[in-house]
């Protein structure tokens, strides 16, 4: 099940169905990790950022801890920096799927992802997509008490797990644990933005 056109039958199936019979988040997607654990993830994880919307990405991450929570964290890293993986989005009012990624370890794992990025040797221009993008939704990178009923292991992944990843991710490739709020958000971002600039 490992050829593209699988990947994409699968991953447009996947999409299709999602929500039909009001099932969502785990219970959803646990009903097809046999079928899902046969994909590379970091494959499978790039073909739904390139092709579905913003919140089924994000859903899906956050359902599907069965994939990742195993992999070592550098996996994540690898999803951060691969080449040529942030549009330009000037002309869009809505969220994003390519940046999905970058909003789950904020937001969620809780690691300041986007200072991560931007310290790294991905290119200038994913770079100030990347930082434009969140100029336009700095919510999504804040996390939020808001979000905390949802992760329960039920919903969604639940706390610990997060948690976990958070410290490998501080620790064996030095993410810095997220320090910003609602309240300064904007102006952290606008920093980063201005550091481009110099």
Excluded at 6 to 17: I, P, Q, R, V
Excluded at 109 to 135: E, I, T
Excluded at 143 to 170: H, I, M, N, W
Aim: charged letters at 25%.
């Amino acid at each position: 099940m490992n050829k593209p056109e699988d990947l994409s039958t699968f991953s447009h199936k996947l999409h299709d169905e999602y929500g039909e019979l009001n099932e969502v988040g785990i219970a959803f997607f646990g009903k097809y990790m046999s079928q899902m654990e046969n994909f590379d993830f970091e494959l499978f994880l790039d073909f739904q950022m390139r092709n579905f919307a913003h919140r089924y990405v994000l859903d899906l991450i956050l359902s599907t801890s069965f994939l990742w929570q195993n992999l070592s964290p550098s996996t994540w890293v690898r999803i951060l920096l691969r080449k040529n993986a942030r549009p330009d989005t000037s002309r869009t009012n809505d969220q994003v799927a390519m940046f999905v990624d970058i909003e789950f370890l904020s937001r969620y794992v809780q690691v300041d992802a986007l200072r991560f990025f931007m310290d790294s040797a991905a290119n200038a221009a994913d770079k100030l997509h990347a930082v434009s993008y969140f100029k336009k939704f700095s919510y999504g990178l804040v996390p939020s008490e808001l979000d905390e009923d949802d992760l329960d292991g039920q919903y969604f992944v639940e706390k610990a797990q997060l948690s976990t990843l958070r410290e490998l991710l501080c620790r064996e490739h030095h993410f810095s644990p997220v320090t910003y709020t609602e309240g300064n958000i904007n102006s952290y971002v606008n920093h980063l933005l201005g550091e481009l600039a110099e």
